[in-house]
C-alpha cells in the first residue's frame, strides 16, 4: 500500500523567493518519487524523479527535491520563484511490484509579483 | 516525437448517455493509463492497458470501461453518465509497466454532464 500527503493546498511566495512544497509518502516497498506539474487545462508534465541513486534530484526549471528515507519525505525546492512557475504540483509514488503511481491531492503555487 | 494526444478535448453530454474518449499514446509506448481529475477527489486511477489487455482497475463503477487497441491507442466508454462524472479524465503512455517509467500525460478531456 502507498499514499502521498502534500501539505497545504495552496502555497504563495513572492517573486523571487524561495520555493518549498512539501511531499510525505508512506510505501511499503522502496518508493519511487515523482513530481508533476500542472498549468490551468493542461496535463501533466513530469518535473522530476527518484529512483535509484543520488538522494538529491535536480529536475527541469530549476526545480530539485532531496529524498529523505528517514523522514519519508520528498520535498520540492526552487531557489528562485518566478511568475511562470504559477500551476499545480502533484507529488507521487511508485514502488516494485506496484508500478500505478499514487498521487498527492496537489498544492496550488501562487506567486506574487 | 509527438506527445499523448485526447480526442476531443471538450465534451458537454446530459445525464443517461454515454461517451467515449480517445487516446493516443507516445509512438513506441505500449501502456496507457487512466485518470479521473476532479476538484473534490483529485486524481483518481481508473485503469491501465498494456498489450490491449486491462492490467490493473481503479475502485469505479462498471459503467466505466475501456479497450485498447493493437497500436496501442485505447478508448474509454462511460455509459449511463451521472452529474458525478464531470471531470477532466487524463490519458498517459509510458513504454512499459516499470515502477521507475515516467508517465507521459495528455492535454485530457474536459467532460461536463448536464
Known amino acids: 500500500a502507498q499514499s502521498v500527503t502534500q501539505l497545504g493546498s495552496h502555497v504563495s511566495v513572492s517573486e523571487g523567493a524561495l520555493v518549498l512544497l512539501r511531499c510525505n509518502y508512506s510505501s511499503s516497498v522502496p518508493p519511487y518519487l515523482f513530481w508533476y506539474v500542472q498549468y490551468p487545462n493542461q496535463g501533466l508534465q513530469l518535473l522530476l524523479k527518484y529512483t535509484t541513486g543520488a538522494t538529491l534530484v535536480k529536475g527541469i526549471n530549476g526545480f530539485e527535491a532531496e529524498f529523505k528515507k528517514s523522514e519519508t519525505s520528498f520535498h520540492l525546492t526552487k531557489p528562485s520563484a518566478h511568475m511562470s512557475d504559477a500551476a499545480e504540483y502533484f507529488c507521487a509514488v511508485s514502488g516494485r511490484g506496484s508500478y500505478i503511481p499514487t498521487f498527492g491531492r496537489g498544492t496550488s503555487l501562487i506567486v506574487h509579483p | 516525437k509527438a506527445g499523448v494526444t485526447q480526442t476531443p478535448r471538450y465534451l458537454i453530454k446530459t445525464r443517461g448517455q454515454q461517451v467515449t474518449l480517445s487516446c493516443s499514446p507516445i509512438s513506441g509506448h505500449r501502456s496507457v493509463s487512466w485518470y479521473q481529475q476532479t476538484p473534490g477527489q483529485g486524481l483518481q486511477f481508473l485503469f491501465e492497458?498494456?498489450?490491449?489487455?486491462?492490467?490493473n482497475k481503479g475502485n469505479f463503477p462498471g459503467r466505466f470501461s475501456g479497450r485498447q487497441f493493437s497500436n496501442s491507442r485505447s478508448e474509454m466508454n462511460v455509459s449511463t453518465l451521472e452529474l458525478g462524472d464531470s471531470a477532466l479524465y487524463l490519458c498517459a503512455s509510458s513504454p512499459t509497466l516499470e515502477s521507475t517509467d515516467t508517465q507521459y500525460f495528455g492535454p485530457g478531456t474536459r467532460l461536463t454532464v448536464l
Open positions: 492497458y498494456f498489450s490491449e489487455t486491462q492490467r
